[in-house]
């Protein structure tokens, strides 16, 4: 009589786009799917360190870095800015990047949790898209061919304004060379009270995002977003000259 072999180990949970809970439940689920073992990971806005609480670091290196003098410079957690930061080029595997992201936040009830205040006073909101922009810009130059950006964010109101920071991150990852290889959504367990607003004009965005980008292992060539003699927005690709003498990007 032959014996059958069955496995009895339960098969792994997929991975979904959405995940309910908190930045650590987001960074867990996340992880499972893009971060290898044996990973270099920079941390460039570590904070409390609380994207890593539920994670296994110990299957890869997560080296923390914050622009905030009482966090950064203290303990293995380097004092440095997210947009110049001290590593040699490409270094890193996947790079976590969770800037600020409300506008000129005042007095918003956010400040105490996030530092917007210390960080975002007196910024608009395309302020913040450039801040964006260069960290994604410097998280390049660090990160390795076929390496990771994980880029979180969350759309808001500006000026009584829908701005769409979500999009507007893709258009400039992929302007600036990268892949938009997925995206997550974070619906939060505990949100934050909507009281001080007396006539609501949009739909309030409880949720936020956080976008998976790879740097191409080619990168002779790069994909911009340019307007047609239509009006649309449309990707157009490049590619740099590979004769030394000349220099800039050409169409293809």
Known sequence: MKTEL?????????VVSIVTGNNADLISEVARLYIPDGARVADVTWGKGAFWRKVDTAKFTVQGSDVAPHIG???????????????????????????????NPGKHMTDARYNNA???????????????????????RVLRPGGRIFV???????SGKQQWSQTELLLDAVSLGLYGKDSFVLVPTSRTAMG??????HARKVHSFLWVFEKPTK?????????D???YVVARQARRPKHKALGGWVWV
């Open 219 to 227: 990168t002779d060539r790069r994909v911009f977003q340019v307007v």
């Open 196 to 201: 001080r607003w007396t006539k609501q004009l």
């Open 152 to 158: 979180k964010g969350k759309d808001e109101i500006e």
């Open 118 to 140: 210390e960080t975002t006073k007196g910024m608009s909101h395309n302020d913040i898209r450039n801040l964006y922009r260069d960290g994604m810009r410097e998280a390049m």
């Open 229 to 231: 003699e239509d009006g």
């Open 6 to 14: 069955i496995d009895t180990d339960p098969a792994p949970t997929q």
């Open 73 to 103: 410079g203290h303990g293995d957690i380097v004092l440095a800015d997210f947009r110049e930061l001290p590593y040699a080029d490409e270094s890193f595997d996947v790079v976590v990047l969770d800037p600020p992201y409300v506008h």
